[in-house]
């Protein structure tokens, strides 16, 4: 089963204050394998079938105090894995997924992954999700 590693793109400036809450380049990254997305980001983890993803769109920037570490959007429960403030890659799902906290009550609709080559992610995952892509970026 062929697999594709995905790691995220670590803005200098925050590293420390990410490897604090256990979150490296070592320990986190997306693959995409057999039917399955999985991501890691430190201790966090969000896995779902790549049938589940609706959309893909490549976002950014950002602000530190909305992207950088691990992230719950109040308004619409979006859960974000942020690295760096230029750009990355937004996931819709049709099924809200697990993973911003350790009970799993709380189901995601969409999660942002800051990525080191976002462009490429969504490439994969609309070509074997079948997803049509939506590029919110000015493409």
């Known amino acids: 089963m062929e ?34 997305v999985r991501v890691r980001f430190g201790p966090w983890k969000v896995e779902t079938e790549l049938s589940n993803i609706e959309k893909t769109a490549i976002t950014g920037p950002y602000s530190a105090a909305k992207a950088i570490g691990v992230r719950i959007s109040a308004a619409d429960r979006g859960l974000t894995f942020g690295t760096n ?25 969409a999660l942002t992954v800051t990525v080191a080559d976002p462009q490429s992610l969504a490439e994969r995952l609309d ?9 919110s970026r000015g493409e």
């Open 85 to 109: 403030v230029s750009e990355g890659l937004c996931l819709s799902f049709q099924r809200p997924v697990r993973g911003g906290e350790p009970a799993g009550l709380i189901r995601h609709p």
């Open 3 to 36: 697999s594709e590693i995905f790691g995220f793109a670590f803005d200098a400036l925050y590293r420390r204050p990410l490897w604090l809450l256990g979150i490296t380049p070592e320990s986190s990254g997306v693959v995409v394998v057999g039917g399955l």
């Open 127 to 135: 070509r074997t999700s079948g997803t049509k892509p939506c590029r």
